[in-house]
């Protein structure tokens, strides 16, 4: 269990382009998109870290991995089925300090905070993507 914190956040950005697959005709107009956040790993481990704190404490830190899974819809620049979709998945991992958090192996609680996205076309078959999350993690 925590000793002093019971609470702890990281702000990231995801920020990099998405290509509609060659299979897949390419863009006359964006349309909208859909994005579902997957947690695939969770977990507290034991640094040899103290803060500077008198006396000191140790740091935890918490590793957290997951998958943004983006869905686009768009115009496409054929006559025929003119509404496409394509699907994405954007790995993310992070290490957050825990200053006095819990020890190891401890059950915790990760919450993804959307703060921000922009999905945008920059050509035919190149989409701009900037996601802004937050992950508050708690304990159960």
């Given at each position: 269990?925590?000793?002093?914190?019971?609470?702890?956040?990281?702000?990231?950005?995801?920020?990099?382009?998405?290509?509609?697959?060659?299979?897949?005709?390419?863009?006359?107009?964006?349309?909208?998109?859909?994005?579902?956040?997957?947690?695939?790993?969770?977990?507290?481990?034991?640094t040899r870290l103290l803060t500077d704190?008198?006396?000191?404490?140790?740091?935890?830190?918490?590793?957290?991995?997951?998958?943004a899974k983006i869905l686009v819809k768009?115009?496409?620049?054929?006559?025929?089925?003119?509404?496409?979709?394509?699907?994405?998945?954007?790995?993310?991992?992070?290490?957050?300090?825990?200053?006095?958090?819990?020890?190891?192996?401890?059950?915790?609680?990760?919450?993804?905070?959307?703060?921000?996205?922009?999905?945008?076309?920059?050509?035919?078959?190149?989409?701009?993507?900037?996601?802004?999350?937050?992950?508050?993690?708690?304990?159960?």
């Amino acid at each position: 269990m925590a000793n002093g914190n019971s609470e702890v956040f990281k702000e990231f950005v995801i920020n990099h382009n998405l290509i509609i697959p060659d299979v897949k005709p390419p863009m006359e107009a964006f349309l909208q998109y859909k994005i579902q956040y997957e947690i695939t790993k969770a977990e507290v481990i034991d640094t040899r870290l103290l803060t500077d704190d008198d006396p000191p404490l140790p740091i935890r830190k918490v590793i957290v991995a997951g998958v943004a899974k983006i869905l686009v819809k768009y115009v496409a620049e054929v006559p025929d089925q003119q509404v496409h979709g394509a699907h994405f998945e954007e790995p993310f991992s992070q290490l957050i300090e825990w200053p006095d958090g819990p020890t190891a192996g401890t059950s915790i609680c990760v919450e993804i905070v959307e703060e921000y996205v922009n999905i945008y076309m920059l050509d035919e078959r190149t989409l701009s993507k900037t996601i802004v999350l937050q992950l508050n993690i708690t304990l159960p």
